[in-house]
């Protein structure tokens, strides 16, 4: 089985862009994590869905992102505008409810000049 | 609130035995270790629930006291591939919310 996918793996914008990655949790699994990674602060939770519908976004850091899950398999997390601060792994996860292991996808390296 | 592990790095011999902790601040209904190699996402290793149980996989075990709040996890005669960083991330809502992981434990095993 696939696991969970993400694109694009890495991502070079200029300070100011919008950014898009993308997720494709695995089949089945209904719940769908964000998470970014830094030196600085680890792995930090941004947001996540239940069945698509957004649960907790109180890790999201401003407004200036924001997530949508339009369907059971994909998910959007958009930066815009970005900021060189943004520099980051952000990874997926997806999980089945009642299980708690959550699998993380490859990641998507951002770097933001 | 953030979990704290420790040590923050730690560096071996190959065969030589390592314990990581994780402490919490809150009540916790599990603990969850991942490690992760640079370069790569995080990879599951074990859940723990509340109750106080112990799990182990070949060489690699934990046990969670849930009254302390604190979970262990011990590698015993370390190879090469335990080689990365170990995460323990908690839940304290229970169900299959999202973690609050720790900063991580670097491990080196050396030849």
């Known amino acids: 089985d696939a696991g969970v996918i993400q694109s694009p793996r890495h991502e070079v914008t200029e300070m100011g862009q919008e950014v898009t990655l993308r997720c494709k949790p695995i089949?089945?699994?209904?719940?769908l994590f964000w998470y970014r990674q830094t030196m600085m602060r680890g792995l930090e939770l941004l947001i996540y869905f239940n069945n698509n519908v957004p649960i907790d976004d109180s890790g999201m850091p401003e407004d200036r992102f924001s997530a949508k899950m339009p369907n059971a398999s994909f998910s959007t997390l958009k930066i815009q505008p970005s900021e060189p601060r943004d520099s980051a792994v952000y990874f997926c996860?997806?999980?089945?409810?009642?299980?708690?292991?959550?699998?993380f996808g490859p990641g998507t390296r951002l770097l933001v000049l | 609130q953030q979990p704290v592990q420790s040590p923050q790095a730690v560096i071996l011999r190959e065969g030589e035995d390592a314990v990581i902790n994780c402490s919490s601040s809150k009540a916790l209904y599990s603990v969850h270790w991942y490690r992760q190699k640079h370069g790569e996402a995080p990879v599951f290793l074990m859940i723990l629930l509340k109750g106080g149980e112990q799990k182990g996989h070949e060489k690699i075990s934990a046990s969670f006291n849930e009254k302390k709040q604190q979970s262990s996890l011990y590698l015993t005669a370390s190879q090469l591939s335990y080689s990365g960083t170990y995460f323990c991330?908690?839940?304290?809502?229970?169900?299959?919310?999202?973690?609050?992981f720790g900063k991580g434990t670097h491990l080196i095993i050396q030849p």
């Open positions: 089949s089945g699994h209904d719940y």
């Open positions: 991330g908690t839940d304290s809502r229970g169900g299959a919310d999202g973690l609050t």
């Open positions: 996860a997806s999980s089945i409810p009642g299980q708690g292991t959550q699998y």
